[in-house]
């Protein structure tokens, strides 16, 4: 059974960092692509980020240059470095895995971006 675990998430002022991981488990994970999605108030997902089994990553305009994606498959983890914080920032993350054509998603981790 695919098991994704968001953790990291928290209250941070604008200009502030945080780090997002994500736990996978119940797959292969080197050999799948991740992504990370939000979803603010109000607002639909969001697609943020990608890695893919190459270490090849791909960005949201909105975040290109403040967020970087790695991942750690020694410890089946991808992870969300998140700098110069912004309060259009705040949402809901959760990391993403597309398998067999369906994807799959955790419980998310709030992030909040507030003075």
């Known amino acids: 059974e695919v098991q994704l675990v968001e953790s990291g998430g928290g209250l941070v002022q604008p200009g502030g960092s945080l780090r997002l991981s994500c736990a996978a488990s119940?797959?292969?994970?080197?050999?799948?692509?991740m992504s990370w999605v939000r979803q603010a108030p109000g607002k639909g997902l969001e697609w943020v980020s990608g890695i893919n089994s190459e270490d090849s990553t791909a960005y949201a305009d909105s975040v290109k240059g403040r967020f970087t994606i790695s991942r750690d498959n020694a410890k089946n983890t991808v992870y969300l470095q998140m700098n110069s914080l912004k309060p259009e920032d705040t949402a809901v993350y959760t990391c993403?895995?597309?398998?067999?054509?369906?994807?799959?998603w955790g419980q998310g981790t709030q992030v909040t971006v507030s003075s």
């Open positions: 119940g797959f292969s994970f080197s050999t799948y692509a």
């Open positions: 993403n895995l597309e398998r067999g054509g369906y994807n799959y």
